[in-house]
């Protein structure tokens, strides 16, 4: 069993943190958050003081943090990553950000000898408490193979994308494509109550139709009807709106640097913006239909 570093232990961190416990690994832990960090101790991840402390002496050190310029503070300078681990220590950058942040985190582990993959992950709060996450893991093939390894207690699916940063690119295309899929759901659920169908034969017929999504079946913004949605728990955050905010605000960050349009894409992204313009970035990201419904304006 190894010995892993683990820095950001929010939502997804800790009870992915709490799978490699579970499965033998000695876990430190680091999070700036008090609350967070002593919710994965009492679930068997070791406390570590600070980044220094959790990266010394650590065969594998994974970050799983909210932004790029959260991960770029955490890998570079004095009290950072690349400063504090061993130059055998591979590292497994988990979260989702920008392809910019992605290639500099590249190219400045190359430079110090490092073995670096992007592994962004999909699957939710529920795939990383079930283990049953996809990673989808950038970089070169040898680090790619031995980052699996290190992996597998936490993930269904592992796959390996090509090199650098076509983790991160898989992960900003699929996050696109979900939350296009959420608002067409949204829309197309609200309009079809507004029709006189019953939420639940609707959903029935849409499941096994060409209106099917994973959105459709796991997020369904209609009371009632999915058990796994958000909406019968007052749209508590199972992926919050500003995290989608965040990561679809990347896919069209990625389309104006690569001049590829996305007007569908770019409309979705208003929407998420104005749920969090309107305070509601803490809640659920398929609150969404409350801009539909016209519940919020």
Same mark, same amino acid.
């Given at each position: 069993?190894?010995?892993?570093? *683990?820095?950001?232990?929010?939502?997804?961190?800790?009870?992915?943190?709490? !799978?490699?416990?579970?499965?033998?690994?000695?876990?430190?832990?680091?999070?700036?958050?008090?609350?967070?960090?002593?919710?994965?101790?009492?679930?068997?991840? @070791?406390?570590?003081?600070? $980044?220094?402390?959790? +990266?010394?002496?650590?065969?594998?050190?994974? @970050?799983?943090?909210?932004?790029?310029?959260?991960?770029?503070?955490?890998?570079?300078?004095?009290?950072? #990553?690349?400063? !504090?681990?061993?130059?055998? %220590?591979?590292?497994?950058?988990?979260?989702?950000?920008?392809?910019?942040?992605?290639?500099?985190?590249?190219?400045?582990? $190359?430079?110090?000898?490092?073995?670096?993959?992007?592994?962004?992950?999909?699957?939710?709060?529920?795939?990383?408490?079930?283990?049953?996450?996809?990673?989808?893991?950038?970089?070169?093939?040898?680090? #790619?193979?031995?980052?699996?390894?290190?992996?597998?207690?936490? =993930?269904?699916?592992?796959?390996? %994308?090509?090199?650098?940063?076509?983790?991160?690119?898989?992960?900003?295309? !699929?996050?696109?494509?979900?939350?296009?899929?959420? =608002?067409? %759901?949204?829309?197309?659920?609200?309009?079809?109550?507004?029709?006189?169908?019953?939420?639940?034969?609707? *959903?029935?017929?849409?499941? +096994?139709?060409?209106?099917?999504?994973?959105?459709?079946?796991?997020?369904?913004?209609?009371?009632?009807?999915?058990?796994?949605?958000?909406?019968?728990?007052?749209?508590?955050? @199972?992926?919050?709106?500003?995290?989608? !905010?965040?990561?679809?605000?990347?896919?069209?960050?990625?389309?104006?640097? @690569?001049?590829?349009?996305?007007?569908?894409?770019?409309?979705?992204?208003?929407?998420?913006?104005?749920?969090?313009?309107?305070?509601?970035?803490?809640?659920?990201?398929?609150?969404?239909?409350?801009?539909?419904?016209?519940?919020?304006?």
């Amino acid at each position: 069993m190894a010995v892993i570093g *683990w820095i950001g232990l929010g939502h997804m961190g800790g009870p992915m943190t709490a !799978n490699l416990v579970k499965a033998g690994h000695s876990v430190r832990g680091f999070d700036l958050n008090a609350e967070a960090l002593d919710a994965a101790v009492a679930a068997g991840v @070791t406390r570590a003081t600070s $980044i220094k402390d959790a +990266v010394e002496g650590a065969e594998v050190v994974f @970050t799983m943090l909210p932004k790029g310029a959260h991960a770029r503070a955490v890998y570079f300078g004095e009290a950072g #990553v690349f400063a !504090n681990a061993d130059l055998k %220590t591979l590292l497994v950058e988990s979260s989702t950000i920008d392809i910019e942040s992605s290639q500099a985190l590249h190219d400045a582990a $190359i430079a110090a000898g490092f073995r670096l993959v992007d592994a962004p992950v999909s699957g939710g709060i529920t795939g990383a408490e079930a283990g049953t996450l996809t990673f989808m893991v950038g970089g070169e093939a040898d680090a #790619v193979a031995a980052a699996t390894t290190y992996i597998q207690p936490m =993930a269904a699916n592992i796959i390996p %994308t090509g090199g650098a940063t076509t983790g991160q690119a898989a992960k900003i295309c !699929n996050n696109l494509m979900l939350f296009i899929n959420l =608002a067409a %759901t949204s829309e197309g659920a609200v309009l079809a109550e507004r029709l006189g169908l019953d939420p639940q034969v609707f *959903w029935d017929i849409a499941s +096994v139709s060409s209106g099917d999504s994973w959105a459709l079946r796991t997020w369904y913004p209609i009371e009632g009807v999915v058990p796994s949605a958000a909406v019968n728990r007052d749209f508590a955050p @199972t992926f919050t709106a500003e995290l989608a !905010n965040k990561d679809i605000g990347l896919a069209v960050a990625a389309a104006v640097a @690569t001049d590829t349009p996305l007007e569908i894409g770019k409309h979705v992204a208003e929407l998420f913006q104005r749920l969090v313009d309107q305070g509601q970035g803490g809640k659920d990201c398929s609150m969404i239909v409350k801009l539909v419904d016209g519940t919020l304006a």
